[in-house]
């Protein structure tokens, strides 16, 4: 059986991104902010955090991630089980019956799904880039000497979130 089009598609374009992100491609043209020689290793490139609506969602969500994990791993449990069932029965015909298993599969994608999707709502990207800088106010996070925005500060000066 072939791949799908939407698949092949979708390996392609994961792939692209994963080379231009490992090869320091960009498709914007911003210039690097230079450093002298006395200054490279000691110095950290920051951006302004956005604040933007994901980072809303986030902290909204934030305050209910106990009871949200809860949920989630009792989902997990339950598929557990949904699939052990499912294999104690074609155990006990002696017959492997596909259709047996077309709904732990299918809760299985979705418990998948979901569970991308909450960690996408509870970590936004800036979740785990922010920064704190000694002396300035402000959300801070880490980028590159090409963003808009960067500019260079005393690592020594620099504390994660």
């Known amino acids: 059986m072939a791949m799908k089009k939407p698949m092949v ?26 450093l002298p020689e ?17 980072d809303a969602m986030s902290i909204g969500f934030g305050q209910f991630t106990y009871y949200i994990l809860i949920g989630f791993f009792f989902a997990v449990i339950v598929l ?10 074609n155990l006990l015909q002696d ?11 299918g809760f ?18 800036n979740h785990y880039r922010g920064l704190e800088i000694r002396g300035t106010t402000g959300n801070w996070v880490t980028c590159e000497s090409t963003s808009e925005g960067a500019r260079a500060v005393a690592i020594n000066l620099v504390e994660t979130k």
């Open 95 to 105: 017959k492997f019956k596909r259709e047996d298993f077309a709904k732990p599969w």
């Open 9 to 34: 598609s979708a390996i392609v374009f994961f792939t692209i991104v994963l080379l231009m992100a490992s090869f320091g491609f960009s498709l914007d043209d911003t210039p690097a902010i230079v």
């Open 108 to 125: 299985t994608k979705l418990l998948f799904w979901a569970g991308v999707a909450l960690i996408l709502i509870l970590h936004t990207p």
């Open 80 to 89: 557990a089980f949904v699939w052990g069932w499912a294999l104690y029965q």
């Open 38 to 54: 006395s200054v490279k290793g000691r110095a950290l490139f920051v951006c302004p955090a956005e604040s933007s609506f994901w």
